[in-house]
Nanobody
């Protein structure tokens, strides 16, 4: 499975961006992670029959899936400087729910796309 993330860019505080993750084939679970400068990569959201979100983005980010296009989107609203990071999408077919937030649970990774929120 190949994943292609896109949609990053520079946005002002309070602005919005939509990230896309195009997959070469469908996977059961698609997740988004991010890595801010000097920090470890962290889980952001996932789609596995339903949506799951990290507390830091709940209410501001929305993950959605277009099965016809094998594409998953991450709509990011009310962006904050703390959202500045490289965002990665990842996928897997044998991820159990209790590990959905863990990097090691995912088999395939796309390249990152940089999101910069300016204050």
């Amino acid at each position: 499975v190949q994943l292609q993330a896109s949609g990053g860019g520079l946005v002002e505080v309070g602005g919005s961006l939509r990230l896309s993750c195009a997959a070469s084939s469908r996977s059961t679970t698609i997740g988004w992670f991010r890595q801010a400068p000097g920090k470890e990569r962290e889980w952001v959201a996932a789609f596995r029959w339903r949506e799951y979100y990290a507390d830091a983005v709940k209410g501001r980010f929305t993950i959605s899936r277009d099965n016809l296009k094998n594409t998953v989107y991450l709509q990011m609203n009310s962006l904050e400087p703390e959202d500045t990071a490289v965002y990665y999408c990842a996928s897997g077919d044998r991820i159990i729910l209790s590990t959905i937030t863990e990097e090691t649970a995912y088999d395939y990774w796309g390249q990152g796309t940089l999101v910069t929120v300016s204050s």
